[in-house]
């Protein structure tokens, strides 16, 4: 079974809708990109400062409790949300056959997002952060970010309710939770925190927020792409439609649950701990199932892979999301969980999530998307391909680099009668990888950045055919055709 070829009317439609989302999305594409390259040296210098404490310690703001801090929001407000918000508007806009009617309205409420963006990261660098993961800006902030991104992603709602078809695509199912979660993890957690509540609860609702964000928001977003991206490349429907949506609302009921086992053994009911890792297990079941159903879709055309930018860096991104499920499962346990809760291995955790499965999704939409609204192909599938390796070598690095450290540090902080300074000085060694990590990481984004620049001045190749990884501009008309599938 095939998904049915679009008709000419299809066509013009598409075209009308891409043309309507084209100065929007490319706005939050390139605001997204330009936040990425930046949080990416902020990732390298604050793992040199952490590699060698000795740098830079006549001056206070190359510290690294204020380097790590401005990379984080950098990272995660500046690239993932506008990243996120970017494809969720053109994606929608697809799935329920809308044109973008306010693109005004939505540009002036990025331009919002930025300053709000900027603002918390020169408050954080000039040391007014509060040592919160990703809510460490001051506490007047938070109702720009949500007046910004109330503004922007209000107009997801009218498209989604005036869509055309009865029945939801699981895209769009996941996309409007996304748009909907967001709002409420962001709000609740900065009034619990900015309230006066108690310092242990302000911790475990940071943990809360943060496992929240990636639950609610991240994986929302990276499995509205795959599950579009990976059925129009490959020209086949979802292997199984019943587990798509048993999945979703898995993830709906159980990810709310999820965090506070991050401080397993803290001051907290002991039920709250262990509900989250229950919780974080059972999601991990419900993940496990939508990768395995996403590969069945793709069965018999994984040699797109070899050729297809999008499909490549898509199919990347669920198979990080199923190694974080794995790891985030693992850590939630007591066995594993009472050693590395407070070790690098829960910043690696992070990291493959906010730049592993996240990031490389949206490279497999942006790359997918940007043709389509330009009107031009990207300018070489060699680049393409250095982004591809670089960034997958550098989350690798990475992510073994914060486990084996983190089990180091992990196993030393175990010892009553080692002090957390030996715990640190044995496992620094580890935290060379994440410099070069973060090294090949940045050097990805040129690439990356380079590219999408050109494609937003319109000096994208203008001739016939797609860009490809192993082929060259216009040899041939698509992906399926190079790979040799009918």
Known sequence: MTVPQPTQEDLNERAAIDRSARYPVMFFFTSAAAWLLFATVMGFVSSLKLRYPGLWDECAYMG?????????????????????????????????????????????????????VGLAVIAVWFGAGRSLVLLDFPGWMWPLFAASYAIT?????????????????????????????????????????????????GAGTNAWYVSNLIYFWM??????????????ISGRPIYSYPLAQASFWVLAILAGWTGFSRFMGGPFPAWMPAVSGAATIFILLAIVATVVNLMLTLKGCTKLWEYSPSLRFTVLGMLMLAVYAVLSAMGSTFVFGKNLQFTHFIAGLDTLAFYGFFSMTMFGAFYFIVPRITGSEWPSGARIRSHFWFSTYGIITMVVS?????????????????????????????????????????????????????????????????????????????????????
């Open 64 to 116: 690294y409790g204020r380097l790590f801090p401005v990379h984080y929001n950098s990272l995660v407000y500046g690239w993932a949300m506008q990243a996120g918000i970017g494809v969720m508007l053109w994606l929608m806009a697809r799935l329920t056959r809308s044109r973008i009617e306010n693109p005004v309205a939505l540009i002036v409420a990025g331009h919002v997002w930025n300053a709000a």
């Open 153 to 201: 992603v209000v107009w997801v709602i009218p498209m989604f309710l005036g869509r055309r078809n009865t029945l939801f695509y699981i895209s769009e199912l996941y996309l409007i939770g996304a748009a909907v979660w967001f709002p409420w993890i962001f709000i609740t957690a900065n009034l619990l925190i900015n309230k006066g509540s108690a310092p242990a609860m």
């Open 219 to 232: 994986a929302p977003i990276a499995l509205a792409v795959a599950y579009y991206i990976i059925p129009k």
């Open 402 to 486: 914060m486990l084996v450290g983190g089990i180091a540090q992990g196993g030393d902080l175990a010892q009553w009668d080692r002090s957390f300074s030996v715990s640190f000085v044995n496992s620094n060694a580890y935290m060379m990888g994440r410099v070069l990590a973060w090294a090949l990481i940045t050097w990805s984004n040129f690439y990356f950045l380079y590219q999408l620049g050109l494609m937003f001045l319109g000096k994208g190749r203008k001739t016939a055919g797609p860009t490809l990884i192993h082929a060259e501009p216009g040899e041939v008309p698509s992906a399926r055709a190079a790979a040799g599938i009918q």
